[in-house]
């Protein structure tokens, strides 16, 4: 019991702010004062800025910057996707062979730097690829099952004069 009582007048005396001052004396709490002078003037603050914001144009801020600062046409879609279609002619491979399109930097062949991997014949293959954006640059590499044969290497890269990008392998 006596535990219980110790505890509950500290936590009394802790949560009234006491038992750091003498008797009879009253405590000066200036700080606390000007701390909620300072809160009460940020929460006024804060306040008339709320207001302000809201009386303002959502899509022309008074104050914006970077990206807030861009006014972008409905119409814009924001795509940087680019369609490419890729014709392989008649004849280019004898005999069935296999055709790897990917990105012309890459040392591998693999499924992450690689826009199409199809099978051939000498009917020829026309396909379209779409591309992340125009600055990629190409290559095809047309193996043959038979090893004895050495792959073809083609390339291709963005041409701002065409419409429509075409990449025709002959």
Known sequence: MNKLTITLITLLLTACGGGSGGSGEQPTNSTNSTSQNVQAQSTSDTQSQTDSAQEQPAEEPADAEGMEAVVV??????STDVPVSVSVGPDVVSSRAFINICQQE?????DENCFLRAPIDSTGL????L???SEQKLKAEI???STSIEPMVFTWEFDQSLESQQ???N
Do not use: Q, R
């Not at 890459?106 to 693999?110: K, S, V």
């Open 143 to 145: 193996w043959y099952y």
């Open 126 to 129: 026309t396909v379209e690829i």
């Open 73 to 78: 046409d409905e119409s814009f879609n924001f």
């Open 106 to 110: 890459a040392t591998l062949t693999n």
């Open 131 to 133: 591309l992340p954006h």
């Open 167 to 169: 990449w025709k392998i």
